[in-house]
């Protein structure tokens, strides 16, 4: 089984408040169809959740929850309307996909209705979102692949971005990693990025990656803008960056 994030860099448009890029996620669905392997789908939230959290502060916790209280409402359902988006390019590819969210928090019924669908031949789809965990927080999709990739049998998890792979430096593309181990990866320094990302982009990814690859499980991070190198990456093909399992 192979668990794959689709990043909200590239089903949406970072810049633009809820735009969802239709043209790139139908095709991105179309390479998880065409590749033919038993997936479980994550995606982030993109413009559809993160300018929305950040404008409530639902990553800070509770700090004026009767205005926070819209801003749940609010970044909720413009992460279903993602997700609902979502579902349509991946039915339209023929996907047997069946919508599960973290919303209101995640517990071990989440993996359970997750691991009946997957028994009934089912494809889950689950989400960054916002939570009620005792407070306020936001679950990245990140966080989401972690706990696919322990509860169920993964052989490899695929991170879908809008860059061609994790980069010593992202200023200069001749840093680009193509292959190393999870070891190897501790030794590099992330910057945060993405100024209106309430999960640390690439530095929260690289953490949720290295907790990956440490249980096991061998982790690609790719560009979902490129055709077919998705595909490509399910099938086995190194098409950007590979962080080998620790053995
Ligand atoms: O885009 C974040 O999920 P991510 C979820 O996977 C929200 O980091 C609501 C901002």
Known sequence: MIVIKLGGSVITDKEKDSHFNKRITYRLAEEIASAGKKVLIVHGAGSFGHPQAKRYRLNEGFVDKKRQVEGISLTHFSVRVLNLKVMEALRHAGIPAVSIPPFPFIDESFIEKAKVAVKDGLVPVTFGDVVLDGNVSIISGDILMEIFAREFEVERAIFVTNVDGIYEDPLRKETLIRECTVKE??????????????????????????????????????????????????NGIVAGTRVRKNE
């Open 185 to 234: 990866l501790e030794k590099v320094f992330f910057k945060g990025n993405a100024g209106a990302d309430v999960t640390s982009g690439m530095a929260g990814k690289v953490k949720s990656i290295k907790e990956i690859a440490y249980s096991g499980v061998e982790v690609d991070v790719i560009n979902g803008r490129k055709p077919g190198r998705l595909k490509d990456a399910i």
